[in-house]
């Protein structure tokens, strides 16, 4: 069964009336995947201890932000306000994603129903990001003996900048962004894969330009595992994107990246990233993709 990283919690944060954030998506997507009765097995995180972000974070703002001292411009910046909640929520999201890589190393594939932080840098918060789970999952990764290099896909259409600065001098680290050129963030530090790509990009000119670049990065760089953003705020009708790729495109990107991983028998642990939707329902397909990819390629005789 695939392994399915998920905690109620993940909906569960006070936000004021009309917050763009798609708070209710995870609960929704977890529900259609139980409704839709996939062979899935669900494993509920632990929160990550505090200290355990202090191997990337500063340690200064790990305090202000857990204590909730963390000033107010700062907090404006990552678009939360601040909460006991939002916190237990963000250690629960975090410990989720390391849990998501111990599930893949074991059984070749997992998926987290939220993550992909990637707007978290080492001394602040950005864009509904408080702390990079990415970075901290690739750490998790390199602790096992099997695992020298750990490559990060983000397929987010916002560029993983935080990711990018955190792993800038870090050789066991490889970053891959693909992009939207003129989306946020405004200022794009150089990953080590960048792949921009312009307004209204549309599903074909998305993969044609995607698909062979991730067969060269996995040939060139070699990883050990994958931790793959599989957002899908790429969409045509995303409200944050500016991309014009299809419900079909994604699903398409996301057997590519399944597949390649599968071929090349490297560990990928998923995580769903963005979406964003005033009916957020809406996003639940796209999202579900996702898994619909995982199952078909790692487990196809589930009959999916």
Not at 141 to 166: F, N, R, W
Not at 213 to 236: F, K, N, R, S, W
Not at 261 to 273: E, F, K, L, R, S
Not at 286 to 300: C, D, K, M, N, Q
């Amino acid at each position: 069964m695939l392994p399915i990283i998920y905690h109620p919690i993940y909906s569960n944060f006070p936000l004021p009336e009309g917050h763009r954030y798609p708070l209710q998506k995870y609960q929704l997507l977890k529900t259609h995947i139980d409704n839709e009765k996939w062979p899935v097995q669900t494993f509920e995180p632990e929160p990550l201890n505090s200290d355990t972000l202090k191997s990337i974070h500063d340690h200064d703002y790990v305090n202000a932000l857990i204590s909730g001292e963390l000033p107010l411009v700062k907090m404006r910046r990552i678009g939360f306000p601040w909460s006991p909640n939002l916190i237990h929520r963000s250690l629960t999201s975090l410990g989720g994603t390391t849990l998501t890589v111990d599930k893949a190393i074991k059984h070749g594939v997992a998926i987290h129903l939220t993550g992909g932080y990637h707007h978290a840098h080492h001394d602040f918060g950005s864009g509904f990001c408080l702390f990079n789970d990415l970075i901290l999952a690739a750490e998790h990764a390199l602790s096992y003996p099997q695992i020298e290099k750990v490559m990060i896909v983000d397929c987010d259409v916002h560029q993983g900048d935080g990711t990018a600065t955190l792993a800038k001098h870090r050789a066991d680290i490889v970053t891959l962004s693909v992009h939207c050129e003129k989306n946020f963030p405004s200022r794009k530090p150089e990953s080590d894969i960048d792949l921009p790509m312009p307004i209204g990009t549309d599903s074909h000119s998305y993969l044609r330009e995607f698909l062979p670049c991730l067969t060269l990065a996995l040939a060139q760089h070699e990883p050990d595992m994958v931790i793959y953003d599989a957002g899908v705020d790429i969409h045509v009708d995303d409200e944050l994107g500016y991309f014009s790729v299809c419900q079909s495109g994604i699903a398409q990107r996301d057997q590519a990246v399944f597949s390649a991983c599968y071929d090349h028998q490297i560990p990928v642990a998923a995580v769903i990233g963005g979406g964003y939707r005033t009916e957020q329902e809406a996003l639940v397909p796209l999202h579900a993709e996702l898994v619909l990819s995982a199952l078909r390629t790692y487990y196809p005789h589930s009959g999916i």
